[in-house]
C-alpha cells in the first residue's frame, strides 16, 4: 500500500513546474558538490596518499555536508523543517547514495579505469536517487 502511496506522490511531484525547478537547483548544488568531493577527494587520495576508498569515505563526508546545506538553504528553502530531523534524513538518503557510489566506483577502479574518472562517474551515476530520496522523504513536510 505504502509503494502505491509514493508512486502517486512521486508523479503528482513530476508534474508540478515547482520539482524542474527544484531539480535544476539540485543539480547546480550537485555541480558544487561535485566539484568539492572530487578535489577532496583528489586530496585525499593523491595528497595524503589514502587508499581510493577511505578517500572517497573522506570526500563524501565533506560533499554531503556541503550539498546539505546549501539544499536546505536554497534547493527546498520553502520546505524546510526541522535541521536536525531533515539533517538527519538527508544523511540516511545520503549514505544509502554512498553505498552506491562506493560499488560503482569499486567495479569502475576494478576493470582499469582511473581512481579520479571513476570517483567522477559514479557520482553522475547515483545524482538521481539522491534527488528522488531527498525530495520525496528528506525535505517533505508532511
Not at 28 to 36: D, M, P
Not at 70 to 81: K, S
Amino acid at each position: 500500500m505504502e509503494h502505491l502511496h509514493l508512486r502517486a506522490r512521486a508523479t503528482h511531484a513530476l508534474r508540478q513546474r515547482h520539482t524542474w525547478e527544484q531539480l535544476a537547483k539540485f543539480c547546480l548544488v550537485g555541480v558544487s558538490g561535485y566539484v568539492v568531493n572530487l578535489a577532496v577527494y583528489a586530496a585525499l587520495l593523491d595528497g595524503a596518499n589514502l587508499h581510493y576508498r577511505l578517500a572517497a569515505t573522506g570526500s563524501f563526508v565533506v560533499a554531503v555536508t556541503n550539498n546539505y546545506l546549501w539544499n536546505r538553504l536554497w534547493t527546498f528553502r520553502r520546505d524546510r523543517g526541522h535541521f536536525g530531523h531533515q539533517g538527519l534524513r538527508f544523511l540516511i538518503v545520503s549514505m544509502i547514495v554512498y553505498v552506491g557510489n562506493l560499488a560503482i566506483l569499486t567495479l569502475l577502479v576494478e576493470v582499469g579505469l582511473g581512481k579520479i574518472v571513476a570517483q567522477a562517474i559514479a557520482i553522475v551515476l547515483v545524482t538521481p536517487a539522491n534527488f528522488v530520496g531527498n525530495k520525496l522523504w528528506s525535505f517533505r513536510l508532511h
